[in-house]
């Protein structure tokens, strides 16, 4: 059966759809020995798909984990500065796997990874208001009255945000560790309210989203999500 090649790229596990459109655009997809343009439909089966020269895989099995990411790591495939990826942290689980969203290099936590492109661009894109959950720990004075802030919608630098249900897990003198639950998932979305409230973030770990709970996974391992956990995360529907 034909599909888009933006489609077929995703699904071998080798980029998102978004970036095999750019692939396309750029060049460096050929069709059957000729230039791919943005459109191009094939049939992985029978049709001979290559990247800058190379053939790829037809349809790979479709695979999702979780990883507890520790601080210290980037959520990107490779990095430019060095510094140590998640990549390297999952690189036996049999397949090439793409963080979903991104947790930055010093928050840690719950972090799904899958090499299903459209499953993972649906989870990540904030129309879909997956439900993230975050353990903060914060330290700062007069502390009631600044978490209080993080309740409500707030602009930070021209960006909006929507504000986070908050519940206080623990509290002493001028610190404490807040549970805060967003659906936006903007970049640095929770340090920059924090910042913004007056609070300064000691530790950030992210511990449930889209219903799939972290749990006693230990630091730097992962684990393949069950079928339950797979059901829940493809049933996720995007508003684009």
């Known amino acids: ?42 049939d992985p089966e029978w049709d001979i798909i290559e990247i800058d020269g190379k053939p ?14 520790p601080r210290g790591y980037v959520t990107t495939m490779k990095d430019e500065h060095g510094r140590k990826t998640v990549v390297e942290l999952t690189a036996d689980c049999g397949e090439r796997v793409y963080p979903v969203g991104r947790l930055d290099m010093n928050s840690e936590g719950l972090l799904i990874m899958t090499n299903d492109g459209e499953t993972a661009n649906r989870l990540a894109h904030p129309s879909s208001e997956v439900a993230k959950v975050y353990h903060v720990k914060v330290e700062g004075e007069e502390l009631n009255s600044k978490i209080e802030l993080l309740e409500k919608p707030m602009t930070v630098e021209g960006v909006v945000y929507a504000g986070a249900k908050l519940k206080i897990l623990e509290q002493k003198e001028n610190r404490a560790l ?22 300064e973030v000691l530790r950030l770990k992210r511990v449930a989203e889209g219903g799939i709970e972290l749990g006693r996974l230990p630091y730097g391992k992962w684990r393949m999500l069950t079928p339950q956990e797979i059901k829940t995360i493809k049933g996720i529907k995007s508003r684009r």
Request: aromatic letters at 2%.
């Open 1 to 42: 059966m034909k599909e888009r090649l933006q489609k077929i790229i995703s699904e071998a596990g080798i980029a998102s759809r978004r970036e095999a459109e750019r692939m396309i655009e750029a060049g460096r997809v050929r069709l059957n020995g000729e230039a791919a343009i943005l459109g191009s439909k094939a």
């Open 56 to 69: 790829i895989r037809g349809k790979r099995e479709a695979v999702y984990i979780m990883l507890n990411k």
């Open 178 to 199: 807040i549970s805060m639950t967003i659906t936006e998932g903007k970049n640095r979305e929770i340090r920059n309210m924090c910042a913004a409230a007056g609070l």
